[in-house]
Protein backbone atom coordinates (compact mmCIF):
# COMPACT_ATOMS: atom_id res chain seq x y z
CA UNK A 1 0.00 0.00 0.00
CA UNK A 2 0.75 3.62 0.21
CA UNK A 3 4.00 4.49 2.38
CA UNK A 4 4.62 8.28 3.47
CA UNK A 5 8.40 8.87 4.60
CA UNK A 6 8.71 12.50 6.12
CA UNK A 7 12.00 14.11 7.54
CA UNK A 8 13.27 15.02 9.85
CA UNK A 9 11.84 13.76 12.92
CA UNK A 10 12.83 17.03 14.50
CA UNK A 11 13.71 20.49 13.86
CA UNK A 12 14.91 23.33 15.81
CA UNK A 13 15.50 26.76 14.24
CA UNK A 14 16.51 30.38 15.04
CA UNK A 15 13.36 33.12 14.85
CA UNK A 16 13.93 34.64 11.58
CA UNK A 17 15.28 31.58 9.86
CA UNK A 18 13.47 29.08 7.42
CA UNK A 19 12.62 25.53 8.26
CA UNK A 20 12.07 22.87 5.49
CA UNK A 21 10.23 19.33 6.02
CA UNK A 22 10.46 16.41 3.22
CA UNK A 23 8.07 13.72 2.44
CA UNK A 24 8.19 11.09 -0.26
CA UNK A 25 5.75 8.82 -1.08
CA UNK A 26 5.61 5.77 -2.81
CA UNK A 27 2.16 5.53 -5.29
CA UNK A 28 2.82 7.15 -8.15
CA UNK A 29 -1.27 7.65 -8.61
CA UNK A 30 -1.12 9.92 -5.35
CA UNK A 31 -2.32 13.25 -6.30
CA UNK A 32 -3.49 15.48 -3.61
CA UNK A 33 -0.62 16.56 -0.86
CA UNK A 34 -1.64 18.35 2.14
CA UNK A 35 0.21 19.90 5.10
CA UNK A 36 -1.22 19.60 9.02
CA UNK A 37 -0.39 21.55 11.50
CA UNK A 38 -1.18 20.19 15.19
CA UNK A 39 -0.20 22.52 17.70
CA UNK A 40 0.12 21.55 21.32
CA UNK A 41 -3.37 20.27 22.83
CA UNK A 42 -5.24 20.73 19.62
CA UNK A 43 -6.25 18.64 16.18
CA UNK A 44 -4.04 18.96 13.22
CA UNK A 45 -4.98 21.74 11.09
CA UNK A 46 -4.74 21.92 7.35
CA UNK A 47 -2.47 24.29 6.93
CA UNK A 48 -1.90 23.83 2.37
CA UNK A 49 -2.08 21.73 0.19
CA UNK A 50 -1.22 21.01 -3.43
CA UNK A 51 -2.34 18.86 -6.29
CA UNK A 52 -0.25 16.94 -8.45
CA UNK A 53 -1.12 19.28 -11.66
CA UNK A 54 0.74 22.02 -10.00
CA UNK A 55 4.89 21.90 -8.56
CA UNK A 56 4.31 24.69 -6.36
CA UNK A 57 1.76 27.03 -4.49
CA UNK A 58 2.65 29.80 -1.44
CA UNK A 59 0.74 31.57 1.18
CA UNK A 60 2.01 34.17 2.71
CA UNK A 61 5.01 32.51 4.55
CA UNK A 62 4.54 28.87 3.42
CA UNK A 63 5.33 27.23 0.77
CA UNK A 64 5.11 23.18 -0.84
CA UNK A 65 6.69 22.00 -3.73
CA UNK A 66 6.16 18.75 -5.70
CA UNK A 67 8.40 17.13 -7.32
CA UNK A 68 6.35 13.82 -9.39
CA UNK A 69 9.30 12.61 -11.26
CA UNK A 70 11.27 12.35 -7.50
CA UNK A 71 7.89 11.36 -5.75
CA UNK A 72 8.48 14.02 -3.44
CA UNK A 73 7.24 17.24 -1.71
CA UNK A 74 7.93 19.98 0.76
CA UNK A 75 7.06 21.96 2.88
CA UNK A 76 9.05 25.28 3.23
CA UNK A 77 8.50 28.11 6.26
CA UNK A 78 10.28 31.63 5.92
CA UNK A 79 11.09 34.21 8.47
CA UNK A 80 9.96 31.41 11.16
CA UNK A 81 8.14 32.93 14.10
CA UNK A 82 7.74 31.09 17.77
CA UNK A 83 4.03 30.28 17.17
CA UNK A 84 5.29 28.30 14.32
CA UNK A 85 6.49 25.85 16.75
CA UNK A 86 4.24 22.63 16.39
CA UNK A 87 4.05 19.21 15.01
CA UNK A 88 3.67 19.37 10.99
CA UNK A 89 2.20 15.96 8.76
CA UNK A 90 2.73 15.95 5.69
CA UNK A 91 -0.17 13.00 3.66
CA UNK A 92 -0.92 11.85 0.29
CA UNK A 93 -4.23 10.69 -1.42
CA UNK A 94 -5.58 9.62 -4.75
CA UNK A 95 -8.51 10.48 -6.07
CA UNK A 96 -11.25 12.85 -4.94
CA UNK A 97 -14.05 11.90 -2.21
CA UNK A 98 -15.95 7.99 -2.29
CA UNK A 99 -13.42 5.47 -2.00
CA UNK A 100 -10.39 6.90 -2.69
CA UNK A 101 -10.63 9.83 0.14
CA UNK A 102 -7.96 8.39 2.72
CA UNK A 103 -5.13 10.11 4.15
CA UNK A 104 -1.57 8.26 4.17
CA UNK A 105 0.55 10.20 6.58
CA UNK A 106 4.14 11.14 7.22
CA UNK A 107 5.67 10.36 11.20
CA UNK A 108 5.56 14.22 11.68
CA UNK A 109 7.97 16.41 12.46
CA UNK A 110 8.33 18.57 15.61
CA UNK A 111 9.15 22.02 14.74
CA UNK A 112 10.91 24.53 17.39
CA UNK A 113 11.54 27.90 17.09
CA UNK A 114 14.14 29.34 18.95
CA UNK A 115 13.13 32.93 20.04
CA UNK B 1 -16.14 26.87 11.16
CA UNK B 2 -16.22 23.16 10.51
CA UNK B 3 -16.35 21.92 14.30
CA UNK B 4 -15.21 18.73 14.96
CA UNK B 5 -16.03 17.56 18.61
CA UNK B 6 -14.88 14.87 20.54
CA UNK B 7 -16.73 13.97 23.97
CA UNK B 8 -13.65 13.56 26.24
CA UNK B 9 -10.79 15.42 26.13
CA UNK B 10 -8.94 12.25 28.90
CA UNK B 11 -9.96 8.45 29.63
CA UNK B 12 -8.53 6.21 32.17
CA UNK B 13 -10.02 2.88 32.10
CA UNK B 14 -9.29 -0.56 33.21
CA UNK B 15 -7.95 -3.44 31.49
CA UNK B 16 -10.97 -5.37 29.74
CA UNK B 17 -13.26 -2.71 29.84
CA UNK B 18 -15.60 -1.72 27.21
CA UNK B 19 -14.63 1.65 25.73
CA UNK B 20 -16.66 4.19 24.13
CA UNK B 21 -15.35 7.00 22.25
CA UNK B 22 -17.84 10.11 20.73
CA UNK B 23 -17.32 12.06 17.65
CA UNK B 24 -19.48 14.22 16.41
CA UNK B 25 -19.41 16.91 13.46
CA UNK B 26 -21.37 19.94 13.03
CA UNK B 27 -20.96 20.68 9.08
CA UNK B 28 -23.52 17.87 7.61
CA UNK B 29 -20.15 15.71 6.36
CA UNK B 30 -20.42 12.27 4.90
CA UNK B 31 -17.12 11.06 5.72
CA UNK B 32 -15.70 10.86 9.14
CA UNK B 33 -12.45 9.00 10.40
CA UNK B 34 -11.08 7.49 13.54
CA UNK B 35 -7.09 7.79 14.14
CA UNK B 36 -4.78 7.01 16.39
CA UNK B 37 -1.91 8.81 17.01
CA UNK B 38 1.47 7.64 18.55
CA UNK B 39 4.79 9.09 19.09
CA UNK B 40 7.08 8.02 15.76
CA UNK B 41 4.07 6.48 14.01
CA UNK B 42 2.01 9.47 13.12
CA UNK B 43 -1.57 9.12 12.40
CA UNK B 44 -2.58 5.69 11.53
CA UNK B 45 -6.67 4.76 10.18
CA UNK B 46 -8.34 2.84 12.50
CA UNK B 47 -11.90 2.42 10.63
CA UNK B 48 -13.64 5.52 8.92
CA UNK B 49 -17.42 5.58 7.16
CA UNK B 50 -18.57 7.59 3.78
CA UNK B 51 -22.14 6.93 4.92
CA UNK B 52 -24.51 6.28 7.62
CA UNK B 53 -24.12 2.56 9.06
CA UNK B 54 -21.80 2.24 6.49
CA UNK B 55 -18.08 1.24 7.70
CA UNK B 56 -14.71 0.19 5.92
CA UNK B 57 -11.46 -0.96 7.98
CA UNK B 58 -8.86 1.18 8.11
CA UNK B 59 -4.97 0.32 8.40
CA UNK B 60 -5.35 -0.88 11.79
CA UNK B 61 -9.06 -2.35 12.62
CA UNK B 62 -7.95 -4.74 15.25
CA UNK B 63 -9.12 -4.83 18.63
CA UNK B 64 -11.64 -1.71 17.83
CA UNK B 65 -15.26 -1.13 16.13
CA UNK B 66 -17.20 2.02 15.17
CA UNK B 67 -20.87 2.48 14.70
CA UNK B 68 -22.38 5.45 12.69
CA UNK B 69 -26.25 5.34 13.19
CA UNK B 70 -26.72 9.26 12.64
CA UNK B 71 -24.63 11.49 9.60
CA UNK B 72 -23.20 13.70 12.45
CA UNK B 73 -21.81 11.14 15.06
CA UNK B 74 -18.75 8.66 14.60
CA UNK B 75 -18.33 6.17 17.45
CA UNK B 76 -15.18 4.04 18.02
CA UNK B 77 -15.61 0.86 20.21
CA UNK B 78 -12.92 -0.89 21.89
CA UNK B 79 -15.06 -3.88 22.81
CA UNK B 80 -12.14 -4.93 25.64
CA UNK B 81 -9.64 -2.27 26.35
CA UNK B 82 -5.82 -3.37 26.28
CA UNK B 83 -2.90 -1.53 27.58
CA UNK B 84 -1.32 -1.53 23.99
CA UNK B 85 -4.37 0.81 23.06
CA UNK B 86 -3.24 4.01 25.28
CA UNK B 87 -2.91 6.64 22.66
CA UNK B 88 -4.00 9.51 21.50
CA UNK B 89 -7.25 9.00 19.43
CA UNK B 90 -8.30 11.56 16.59
CA UNK B 91 -11.47 12.02 14.88
CA UNK B 92 -12.24 13.98 11.46
CA UNK B 93 -14.89 14.49 8.90
CA UNK B 94 -14.34 15.53 5.68
CA UNK B 95 -17.10 16.73 2.70
CA UNK B 96 -17.78 14.25 -0.54
CA UNK B 97 -16.69 15.45 -3.78
CA UNK B 98 -14.73 18.78 -2.03
CA UNK B 99 -10.86 16.62 -2.51
CA UNK B 100 -9.59 15.18 0.85
CA UNK B 101 -9.68 17.88 3.11
CA UNK B 102 -10.26 16.65 6.20
CA UNK B 103 -11.03 18.41 9.77
CA UNK B 104 -10.30 17.42 13.13
CA UNK B 105 -11.09 17.21 16.83
CA UNK B 106 -9.06 17.83 19.86
CA UNK B 107 -8.16 14.56 20.49
CA UNK B 108 -9.21 12.19 23.42
CA UNK B 109 -6.39 10.55 25.63
CA UNK B 110 -6.93 7.52 26.61
CA UNK B 111 -5.14 5.95 29.14
CA UNK B 112 -5.93 1.90 29.52
CA UNK B 113 -4.33 0.63 33.38
Known amino acids: GENVEQHPSTLSVQEGDSAVIKCTYS??????FPWYKQELGKGPQLIID?????GEKKDQRIAVTLNKTAKHFSLHITETQPEDSAVYFC??????????????FGTGTLLAVQP | DVKVTQSSRYLVKRTGEKVFLECVQD?????MFWYRQDPGLGLRLIYF???????EKGDIPEGYSVSREKKERFSLILESASTNQTSMYLCASSPQGRGNIQYFGAGTRLSVL
Open chain 1, 50 to 54: IRSNV
Open chain 2, 27 to 31: MDHEN
Open chain 1, 27 to 32: DSASNY
Open chain 1, 91 to 104: AASKGSGGATNKLI
Open chain 2, 49 to 55: SYDVKMK
